[in-house]
């Protein structure tokens, strides 16, 4: 389905500005530029959500438009979600960041015995991809470990910074094993319930979710269904749908000591230190980070038909999130750019 003449009126306004702004014309701009069904942004300060704007189509069959309670997928987003509950469980004192994976996973292979959990928090492992991981089909621990084979790493961990889905998707086995039950259900009991994010789910291609955007590609002049096939043993990794208003309710929890105290939120905030004593890239779960010299984290989500980012200012407490219904590029700039929008209008105001 074509649908230029739809993107090119993109403005359905789902918050208290009632006229067309710098923000719009940016959102619209982007949705033009990578023929993005539908967006929704998402301003907070101090975690309370000052901004709140939808734009486009949430689903391009029924012309449903994006609303604060479409829930979108966020991809790797969910990274903090999964870090988080295993810094709980490191606060609690039933895993360590010094704890070999190999000894809390019975699959793990066994000559990754150098492989230890603040590895996988940082990105650090050297855990290859998976050879002939598919996304069509589900996988035991077991089956998805026997991927590998004898495959060695591919750096010595903790030497080398290298973003790492399948890592992190080990991570969430590691949350699995040590609160006994899925990292799915770790999270829903440990965050989503207690902060009410009652729209907020890890993804099931069978069940039925209200208010869920489909994901779109462009190809060939023409939007098209993504695949949306995802295995739960890949949950660490991303898989979590939240929509606007429910993913700001996390925001304000992190301004806070709940579900995370200060001294956990700190270790997540900071980059990792590599073996030669050198600052990684990433911390756990997040990218610090500066924009315009403020401190920052954020992180970026891509999965089939879904792009998302947020940017969380971490001395100004403006946070700007950003969830599209489109595949490619073009999510990081937007959030940044509507984090700068907002603090411009934000000094003018003062």
């Not at 701009?29 to 949430?58: F, P, S």
């Not at 290859?128 to 591919?154: C, H, I, K, M, V």
């Not at 209200?210 to 043993?233: D, F, K, L, M, T």
Request: glycine letters at 10%; aromatic letters at 10%; proline letters at 4%.
């Amino acid at each position: 389905m074509r649908c230029r003449a739809l993107l090119s009126i993109a403005l359905v306004a789902c918050s208290l500005v009632v006229r067309a702004d710098e923000i719009d014309d940016l959102v619209k701009a982007n949705m033009e530029q990578y023929h993005i069904a539908g967006v929704a942004v998402g301003v907070a300060v101090d975690g309370e959500l000052v901004e709140k704007r939808c734009y486009g189509l949430a689903n391009l069959e029924t012309m449903a438009p994006v609303t604060p309670q479409t829930v979108f997928k966020i991809a790797s987003l969910s990274k903090a979600f999964c870090a988080s509950v295993t810094m709980l469980l490191i606060n609690e004192g039933k895993l360590s960041l010094e704890d070999r994976v190999v000894d809390v996973l019975p699959s793990f292979p066994r000559a990754w015995d150098s492989v230890r959990v603040k590895h996988l928090l940082s990105h650090t492992s050297g855990i290859p991809d998976a050879p002939g991981f598919q996304f069509s089909r589900q996988y035991t621990d077991e089956e998805f470990f026997a991927l590998y084979g004898d495959r060695a790493l591919s750096t010595e961990p903790g030497a080398t910074y290298r973003y790492n889905n399948f890592g992190y998707a080990t991570l969430g086995l590691v949350v699995g094993r040590v609160s006994g039950k899925p990292l799915r259900d770790a999270v829903r009991e440990r965050i989503f319930e207690p902060l009410g994010m009652s729209a907020s789910l890890y993804y099931d291609m069978a069940r039925v979710v209200p208010s869920r955007a489909s994901g779109y590609s462009w190809r060939e002049g023409a939007h098209v269904n993504a695949n949306p096939a995802r295995p739960q043993v890949y949950d660490g990794s991303g898989g979590i749908l939240t929509s606007l208003e429910d993913y700001a309710k996390w925001d304000a929890a992190l301004r806070t000591d709940k579900p995370l105290n200060g001294l956990l939120r700190r270790q997540m905030w900071t980059k990792f230190v590599l073996n030669d004593g050198t600052p990684g890239t990433y911390g756990f779960g997040w990218f610090p980070d500066t924009l315009d010299g403020e401190r920052t984290v954020h992180q970026n989500g891509t999965t089939q038909g879904f792009t998302s980012h947020v940017i969380r200012g971490l001395d100004s407490g403006v946070t700007v999130f950003v969830f599209r219904n489109g595949a490619g590029g073009g999510a990081f700039d937007l959030a940044r750019a509507v984090f700068r929008a907002h603090k411009k209008r934000a000094a003018k105001a003062a």
